[in-house]
């Protein structure tokens, strides 16, 4: 049974992937609208989680200055930009991690050694959590962390390698987490993957020794410190 779910689900999100890319983009708004979140939550329910609803500041209990709203990063997000090439000495974050979607994700599709989301609204947090215990079996890494914190107090673990981001803050607040990676670069020689949808602080990772492995519609990834042996 599992495997039937598992296979209906990398259907329906190479469906989605399609539909994006050669259908949905072009639709007028309000029909793009209606139509994205029609998609997202049928997924949702073969997937067996809640992610689909995006979350606005009056429900977050935050501003921009702190963060951006709740949306949900793309079901083809990973597989577009990690393929084959997780181990299982891998660490994967989420920054602004949400209801769960890409932790669960990474959790289910490759073989890291711990995934992480680290999360600000405990309300999301929760929602990720019950996404996490309906969907534990499923699961190929079962070392789960979610955390409520402020990205600004979190202490960034230095066994990180795969780092997700969909635009979740910006400025100051990108600013520190992007020193505590490099920080945690010093300390730990590794090479580190940002996976970045919507990069809107490009410059600023380029400028501090990020750079550009690849780039596809609306999302970017790159990497900084060691290179990889061939």
């Given at each position: 049974m599992i495997g039937l779910q598992n296979w209906l689900s990398q259907w329906f999100i190479k469906c989605e992937n399609w539909f994006v890319k050669y259908i949905l983009r072009f639709l007028p708004a309000g029909i793009y609208d209606k139509t994205r979140f029609l998609k997202q939550y049928l997924i949702d329910r073969i997937q067996r989680i809640d992610s689909a609803k995006d979350v606005g500041y009056d429900e977050l209990g935050f501003d921009a200055r702190t963060g951006s709203p709740y949306n949900p990063g793309s079901w083809w997000d990973l597989k577009a930009t990690l393929g084959d090439s997780v181990s299982t000495e891998d660490v994967f974050i989420d920054f602004g991690s949400g209801?769960?979607?890409?932790?669960?994700?990474?959790?289910?599709?490759?073989?890291?050694?711990?995934?992480?989301?680290?999360?600000?609204?405990?309300?999301?947090?929760?929602?990720?959590?019950?996404?996490?215990?309906?969907?534990?079996?499923?699961?190929?890494?079962?070392?789960?962390?979610?955390?409520?914190?402020?990205?600004v107090n979190y202490e960034v673990p230095d066994e990180i390698t795969v780092v997700y981001m969909?635009?979740?803050?910006?400025?100051?607040?990108?600013?520190?987490?992007?020193?505590?990676?490099?920080?945690?670069?010093?300390?730990?020689?590794?090479?580190?993957?940002?996976?970045?949808?919507?990069p809107t602080m490009h410059e600023f990772l380029v400028q501090n020794g990020f750079q550009v492995e690849t780039q596809l519609p609306d999302i970017t990834v790159y990497v900084a410190g060691l290179k990889q042996s061939s």
């Open positions: 209801k769960g979607r890409m932790v669960c994700m990474a959790a289910r599709e490759y073989p890291f050694k711990r995934v992480i989301g680290v999360e600000i609204c405990e309300g999301l947090t929760a929602i990720a959590r019950r996404n996490i215990q309906k969907n534990l079996h499923r699961m190929r890494c079962k070392n789960i962390e979610l955390i409520t914190a402020n990205v969909f635009n979740p803050f910006f400025g100051d607040v990108f600013a520190n987490v992007i020193r505590k990676l490099l920080d945690s670069l010093s300390r730990r020689p590794r090479q580190l993957r940002l996976i970045y949808r919507i």
